[in-house]
Structures are given as structure tokens and as C-alpha cells.
């Protein structure tokens, strides 16, 4: 098949992937000539920075284990602050997307290089996406300074993820896949990235579930993300990842559990449009529908099901629905108010998906 034309542009950064390759953490950082940098993570992480911390001897400046989910801008200025007084030239981020996200506000503003080290999926690491969280409100912008300049992809370093974390965080990389496909911008080399990261998926969740330390499906998840978080670096998400901002965002839902909540009903709602996307994720997911699919693949998981569960007022609908339906955004199908209401319905409700 010849392709339609397209546009790729390659990201510039280094993958470094294998059990055990945080033990060559050291010589990436020397490789980047950096020789003081900051350990970043969130308050759970702590330990495994204060690790990286150890294993970095004279390389490391410090650690700062406070990173928060969407960035609060004022953790953002402090953490500024701190690597200003500590003489970093560098940050090396232990954990997910908050830590990642962490160093990303701090090297928007100074530029200096950050190193992440993933420990979920969510995919951070590999977009130039940033954000920052102030009064309530998530502000998100794209700048080639907050891309890591190399990842280290350990999966030993993810065989402590909780199940119910790894599941969500899965499907959260999931959604960054099946947005690719129906991306505005979505290239051959995306697509086939996007159906490698849903087939490794679909593969380690369930091996991950029945045992949580088996490292050949924490490597396969892994994988998956790589995959999946290439897909969100390279693409212009559409409608899931509106709504799924606007419930973060304006309601402070989680980040990971609500994706996982919102794909099924947005996958009912666009698929019908790109029949082509449709058919390929249908030779992936089991059953007759790729919504209802994931819908029952992550609810076999025990994954939640409704955005009521998550701490959503059914009083909100209406807001988010205005939210989501006033603002442009690409996606193969259009977006009215009344779609949006009576999807969230459904999500809110946690009703087999069939907008
Ligand atoms: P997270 O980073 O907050 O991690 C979730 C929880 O898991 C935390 O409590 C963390 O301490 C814990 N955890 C992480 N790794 C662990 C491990 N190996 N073992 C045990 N516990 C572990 O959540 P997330 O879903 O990875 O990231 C969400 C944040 O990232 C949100 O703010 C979201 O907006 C952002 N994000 C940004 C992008 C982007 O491209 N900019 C992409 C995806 C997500």
C-alpha cells in the first residue's frame, strides 16, 4: 500500500532499554558532560532516588522527592530555586509522569538537560509536552527544552508498581496509541508504533495481574510505553485526551484511572468514523467491538469502571461538556455539547460504552 502524504519529524533523543541498565545511569550522565545533577521524584519514589542518588556519588547535587501529580506551579518554583542553590546542571527523573513532569518545569525555564527513568507508563518521557497547574487550572504547552535528552528504561525498577497502578497506567498508555491512529498528523512509522504498543499491552496486563514481578511482562510493558509515549510525542491527541484534561484538570480526577475510565466510551464514540482504525485495532482487541473490548479487558483487571467511582459529582457533567465542546481540537468526529453530556453520562454511570 503507498501511503498518503505525511509529514515525520524524529525527536531527538536516546533510548537506553534493558533489565538492569539503571547501573549505566553513571555513564549517561557523564556522556552528556553533566557533573551535578538533581534527583527528582515524587514522595513514594524516595527511596529509589535516594538509590540513584548513591550510585551518581559526586554526580549527584541533591534529591528532591516532592514531585505531585499536573506540577503545582508553586512546587515548580521551588524545586527552581533549589536546583539554582544547589548548582545543578542537570536533572535525572525517577518515577512517572509527576516526577518526569517536574523536571520538565524546571528545564523550561532554565534549559538544563533532564534524564528520565520511567517507572510507569503514562509516557511522559517521551513528548516535549509540559505542564503546570495554578489556581485550579492545567496549562500544557509543547517546547523541545523539556524533552529528556536520553531515557533509561529499567523494567526491574517496575516490578514494585501496584497491579491496580500498572493497569491504569497501561491503558492510560493505550489511549496515547489509539489516539495516534486517528491523529491529524499521524504517520506510517506512528501507526505502526501505536499498534506495537496496544499488541504489548494487551500481552503484559494480564501476565502482570496474575504475577506481579515477572519481569519478561514488566519488559513487554515497558516496551509498550516506549512505543505508546512515541505516539504522544509525535501526534495531535484529540477528544479523549480533552476530556481526560478538562476531568483532571477542572475536577482533579486522576490522572491514569481516568483515562482508563474515558477510552472505552470515546472508542464507541469516534471509531464508527475511521473505519480503517477501527479494523486494525479490532485484529488486536478480543470480541466483535475494540471499545467494548477494553472495556472488558481492563474491567477483568479489576481496573475502576465509572468516574463516579473516582470521585466525579454527577452534577458536573454539564461543565466539562461545555468545557470540552467549546474548545476546538481536531478528531474524526465532530464534538457537540449534547455528544459530550451524554458520553460523560455514560462514563459518569460506568454503562457498557455504546455512544
Ligand atoms: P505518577 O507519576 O503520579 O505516579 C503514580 C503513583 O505511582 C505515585 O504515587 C508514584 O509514587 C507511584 N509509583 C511510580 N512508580 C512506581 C513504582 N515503580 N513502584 C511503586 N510506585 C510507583 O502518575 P503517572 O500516571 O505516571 O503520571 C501522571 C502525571 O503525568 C500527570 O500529571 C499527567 O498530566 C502527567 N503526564 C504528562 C505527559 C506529558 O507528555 N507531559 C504524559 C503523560 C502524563
Request: with cysteine; proline share 7%.
Amino acid at each position: 500500500m503507498i501511503p498518503a502524504p505525511f509529514v515525520y519529524q524524529a525527536l531527538p533523543m536516546r533510548v537506553r532499554f534493558g533489565s538492569g541498565s539503571i547501573g549505566q545511569l553513571p555513564d549517561e550522565v557523564a556522556r552528556l558532560g553533566l557533573s551535578s545533577v538533581l534527583v527528582l521524584s515524587s514522595a513514594g519514589q524516595g527511596e529509589s532516588a535516594q538509590a540513584v542518588a548513591i550510585a551518581l556519588g559526586d554526580r549527584c547535587a541533591g534529591v528532591l522527592a516532592e514531585a505531585r501529580m499536573h506540577v503545582p506551579v508553586e512546587l515548580a518554583e521551588r524545586a527552581r530555586a533549589d536546583a539554582d542553590r544547589l548548582g545543578a546542571d542537570g536533572f535525572v527523573a525517577v518515577g512517572g509522569g509527576s516526577a518526569i513532569g517536574l523536571g520538565k518545569a524546571i528545564a523550561l525555564t532554565s534549559g538544563r538537560p533532564i534524564i528520565a527513568v520511567p517507572t510507569t507508563y503514562s509516557g511522559s518521557e517521551m513528548t516535549a509536552v509540559w505542564g503546570l497547574t495554578e489556581a485550579g487550572a492545567k496549562r500544557t504547552g509543547r517546547d523541545l527544552r523539556v524533552l529528556p535528552v536520553s531515557v533509561l528504561y529499567d523494567p526491574e525498577l517496575t516490578t514494585g508498581l501496584p497491579v491496580g497502578v500498572s493497569v491504569t497506567s497501561g491503558v492510560n498508555a493505550i489511549a496515547h496509541a489509539v489516539e495516534a491512529l486517528y491523529a491529524p498528523d499521524v504517520s506510517p512509522v506512528i501507526a505502526l508504533m501505536a499498534i506495537e504498543g496496544v499488541r504489548a499491552f494487551l500481552a503484559a496486563l494480564p501476565a502482570i495481574a496474575k504475577a506481579p514481578t515477572d519481569l519478561d511482562a514488566r519488559a513487554r510493558a515497558q516496551y509498550g510505553a516506549w512505543m505508546c509515549g512515541a505516539c504522544l510525542g509525535a501526534t495531535t491527541m484529540s477528544l479523549h485526551h480533552r476530556l481526560c484534561h478538562a476531568l483532571g484538570g477542572t475536577i482533579d480526577l486522576p490522572h491514569a484511572p481516568t483515562h482508563t475510565v474515558v477510552l472505552p466510551y470515546v472508542m464507541a464514540y469516534n471509531l464508527p468514523s475511521v473505519p480503517e482504525v477501527s479494523a486494525r485495532l479490532s485484529a488486536l482487541v478480543p470480541g466483535p467491538d475494540p471499545a467494548i473490548g477494553l472495556w472488558e479487558f481492563s474491567g477483568r483487571l479489576g481496573a475502576p469502571r465509572s468516574l463516579r467511582e473516582l470521585g466525579m459529582n454527577e452534577d458536573d457533567i454539564d461543565r466539562v461538556a461545555s468545557q470540552v465542546a467549546s474548545s476546538p481540537y481536531a478528531n474524526p468526529r465532530g464534538v457537540r455539547v449534547d455528544d459530550v453530556r451524554e458520553l460523560l453520562r455514560q462514563a459518569w454511570a460506568g454503562t457498557k460504552p455504546s455512544v
